[in-house]
Structures are given as structure tokens and as C-alpha cells.
């Protein structure tokens, strides 16, 4: 049963558009959202993450919006750039931090 | 700082065959992970290391063995191979005491099972 639900599986968007990727989470104990983004080869690194006492949290060109009530959280990348492909994950996790439920990735594309 | 090591990069088994995936970190983090990442299904926790001397079974344990040498080195063992265990595993730490939730990934191996 995956607790994190994301969508869409790929997504492809002109230079300087805004790309959109949404997470649905399941489990109500879950207190921090990660973004991970992963480029080819490589593994995750950290991008933004979010604590559900906030429900928009801003860095640079991305940002999360959180919905607690509708337990559903989203990435957006504002001005995108051929540099931002790359596959993107959402995550979560319970206030301990030590379990990390992934979903199940984006592979963005940025044509220039 | 190398952050998360591991080894080896790529490796190619047999069914039935074992081997130990390695991994080091030199950020003095408490905690450690193994993950198998699949496509379409994001990354899964295999174990993980809450801190030295101890380790727990993550969401998809079965067919695998971990241990936690030390506190730099938590490593992956596959006793017997299997078509099914084909994948790219990586390695994370975090450092939970700090109250950051962050996991620092390796750079991962790729496995092929055959």
C-alpha cells in the first residue's frame, strides 16, 4: 500500500513555465514533507521540505503548498529551466524522522 | 568531506550468488538507510540504523541482511540472490539529534540479478 500517492509520473514544460507536481498522503501522524530531486546517475538530494504548522513554505524558484485538511501537499517550480530536469519525490514522514515513505517520482523535462 | 560512499557502483549476480553492498559516511551522523529505488515506485526503506548497535527492518526487508559496523559504515547483504532483487540501492545518514530531518544520499549501486 504506498501512504504517499504522486502524480504525475512525467511531465514536460516549455522553458520558463511553471511546473506543478502533486503529493496525497494516507497516514494523519505524518508532520514533515520533503522534496528530494534525483538527476541521472546520481542519488536524491534534499531540495525543500515543509512542516504541516505552515501551509506554504517558499526558496527561490520552488515552493511548496500544503493542504492538511485535504492531506495533499505540492511542489512548484516557478520560471523552469532546462537545468531543473531531473525526477522529483515527494516524501513523508512521522515526527521521529527516521522513516521516510517516498512516492513514487516525477521525471520532469524542461525543453529550452 | 566525501559524504556517503559506496561500493561497488555496478554489480552483476547470479541467482542464488551473495554478496555485501558497502557503505561509509564521515558526517558523524547517528543514523543510517538502505533504500532500493524501482521505476515507478519511488524508493523503498530496506533497514535502517537509528544509531550504533541497533537496526530495524524497513517496508520491504525480506531477502536481506543488514549491519551496523560502526557508526561510519552500514552495510547490505543479499544471502542469495534473486531475479527480483534487480535494482539501484542506495545509502543515506541523517543526524536525527539536531532535530534535521535531512537524509544525505550515496551515489548508489546498480544491481543486476540474472
Known amino acids: 500500500q504506498q501512504q504517499v500517492k504522486q502524480s504525475p509520473q512525467s511531465l514536460i514544460v516549455q522553458k520558463g513555465g511553471i511546473s506543478i507536481i502533486n503529493c496525497a498522503y494516507e497516514n494523519t501522524a505524518f508532520d514533515y514533507f520533503p522534496w528530494y530531486q534525483q538527476f541521472p546517475g546520481k542519488g536524491p538530494a534534499l531540495l525543500i521540505a515543509?512542516?504541516?504548522?505552515?501551509s506554504e513554505k517558499k526558496e527561490g524558484r520552488f515552493t511548496i503548498s500544503f493542504n492538511k485538511s485535504a492531506k495533499q501537499f505540492s511542489l512548484h517550480i516557478m520560471d523552469s529551466q532546462p537545468g531543473d530536469s531531473a525526477t522529483y519525490f515527494c516524501?513523508?514522514?512521522?515526527?521521529?524522522?527516521?522513516?521516510?515513505?517516498f512516492g513514487e517520482g516525477t521525471q520532469l523535462t524542461v525543453n529550452p | 568531506n566525501a559524504g556517503v560512499t559506496q561500493t561497488p557502483k555496478f554489480q552483476v549476480l547470479k541467482t542464488g550468488q551473495s554478496m555485501t553492498l558497502q557503505c561509509a559516511q564521515d558526517m558523524n551522523h547517528n543514523s543510517m538507510y538502505w533504500y532500493r529505488q524501482d521505476p515507478g515506485m519511488g524508493l523503498r526503506l530496506i533497514y535502517y540504523s537509528a544509531s550504533e548497535g541497533t537496526t530495524d527492518k524497513g517496508e520491504v526487508p525480506n531477502g536481506y541482511n543488514v549491519s551496523r559496523l560502526n557508526k561510519r559504515e552500514f552495510s547490505l547483504r543479499l544471502e542469495s540472490a534473486a531475479p527480483s532483487q534487480t535494482s539501484v540501492y542506495f545509502c543515506a545518514s541523517s543526524d536525527l539529534r539536531q532535530g534535521d530531518y535531512e537524509q544525505y544520499f550515496g551515489p548508489g549501486t546498480r544491481l543486476t540479478v540474472t
Open positions: 516524501a513523508a514522514s512521522e515526527t521521529s524522522g527516521s522513516r521516510l515513505t
Open positions: 515543509i512542516r504541516p504548522d505552515v
